[in-house]
Nanobody, 123 residues
Framework: QVQLVESGGGLVQAGGSLRLSCAAS????????MGWFRQAPGKEREFVGV????????YYGDSVKGRFTISRDNAKNTVYLQMNSLKPEDTAVYYC????????????????WGQGTQVTVSS
């Protein structure tokens, strides 16, 4: 069992930066690939990025590639999402999720989800 708690969301102006954190409970955190998704009002939950269990592999959604960076610290059971050059269209609730096995963009492959943290980017 893994419990996930996101933090770090808030209100930022366009062009600014935020760093989200996702703290995980459970001794097997390092066995999971960790993903970030986001959901804007009235839209489907969208893949943002994922990092492999060891941290050596990352994938990003096309809309955030080059602006967002995922990292993890297995000693702290924490995964991070550094968001730079934020745009109003990045406004959404951001969720972290854990998937056993390989890093994947497939939402259905994730076993555990956090409660989400709101990110609002003003123009």
């Amino acid at each position: 069992q893994v419990q996930l708690v996101e933090s770090g969301g808030g209100l930022v102006q366009a062009g600014g930066s935020l760093r989200l954190s996702c703290a995980a409970s459970g001794r097997t955190f390092s066995s999971y690939a960790m993903g970030w998704f986001r959901q804007a009002p009235g839209k489907e939950r969208e893949f943002v990025g994922v990092i492999s269990w060891r941290g050596g592999i990352t994938y990003y959604g096309d809309s955030v590639k080059g602006r967002f960076t995922i990292s993890r610290d297995n000693a702290k059971n924490t995964v991070y999402l550094q968001m730079n050059s934020l745009k109003p269209e990045d406004t959404a609730v951001y969720y972290c999720a854990a998937a056993i096995g390989i890093a994947t963009m497939t939402r259905g492959a994730y076993d555990y989800w956090g409660q989400g943290t709101q990110v609002t980017v003003s123009s």
